[in-house]
Antibody, heavy 117, light 108 residues
Framework: EVQLLESGGGLVQPGGSLRLSCAPSGFTFSAYAMNWVRQAPGKGLEWVSAIGSHYGPTHYADSVKGRFTISRDNSKNTLYLQMNSLRAEDTATYYC??????????WGPGTLVTVSS | EIVLTQSPATLSLSPGERATLSCRSNQTFINNVAWYQQRPGQSPRLLIYDTSKRATGIPARFSGSGSGTDFTLTVSSLEPEDFAIYYCQERNTWPRGTFGQGTKVEIK
């Protein structure tokens, strides 16, 4: 069974940084592209970033380009999202999602990031 | 920029009824869409991908159709667990993908 578990969320001040992690299990992590998708409280879904199976290429939504960095360590079976220069509008639950057949097929429970002073 | 508009915003139906959800693009052509279900307090679940293919474990009462700019998710007979929010997504330029704003299917 595919499982994904995000961690690293929390409260951070505007302009601060946070690193999210995602620990997958139940599949060969190194064989799949991975995504981060976020959802602001009470709002819809927004694709944030993706990374290919072998450490690249990386892709970003315009709203986070230049501030967020996606990476992965296939030897540690972990996906990361480094978030810098955080803004209030980055407040959301962040989901990691496995990419299958070109779509986010399996999602973790999410980790909440709150950007507030 | 591709914008997906889902309608209606809210659909009030009774268990056993048929639900028809629409997803329309402002672009002239969308290759394919996916549909996700999100129950309260849960993460999204992939239901349909490539417009009409059911994801693993998804019941046959869920079906997808459409082409071009208009796509539809149909639930043939609503079960109590189907009352949720549904999102469509396009991925014309993988992996970038725009989501629709969602349709809430609520119990009438």
């Amino acid at each position: 069974e595919v499982q994904l578990l995000e961690s690293g969320g929390g409260l951070v001040q505007p302009g601060g940084s946070l690193r999210l992690s995602c620990a997958p299990s139940g599949f060969t992590f190194s064989a799949y592209a991975m995504n981060w998708v976020r959802q602001a409280p009470g709002k819809g879904l927004e694709w944030v970033s993706a990374i290919g199976s072998h450490y690249g290429p990386t892709h970003y939504a315009d709203s986070v380009k230049g501030r967020f960095t996606i990476s992965r360590d296939n030897s540690k079976n972990t996906l990361y999202l480094q978030m810098n220069s955080l803004r209030a509008e980055d407040t959301a639950t962040y989901y990691c999602a496995k990419d299958t057949s070109g779509w986010p097929s399996d999602w973790g429970p999410g980790t909440l990031v709150t950007v507030s002073s | 920029e591709i914008v997906l508009t889902q309608s209606p915003a809210t659909l009030s139906l009774s268990p056993g009824e048929r639900a028809t959800l629409s997803c329309r693009s402002n672009q002239t052509f969308i290759n394919n869409v996916a549909w996700y279900q999100q129950r309260p307090g849960q993460s999204p679940r992939l239901l349909i991908y490539d417009t009409s293919k059911r994801a693993t474990g998804i019941p046959a009462r869920f079906s997808g159709s459409g082409s071009g700019t208009d796509f539809t998710l149909t639930v043939s007979s609503l079960e109590p667990e189907d009352f949720a929010i549904y999102y469509c997504q396009e991925r014309n330029t993988w992996p970038r993908g725009t989501f629709g704003q969602g349709t809430k299917v609520e119990i009438k």
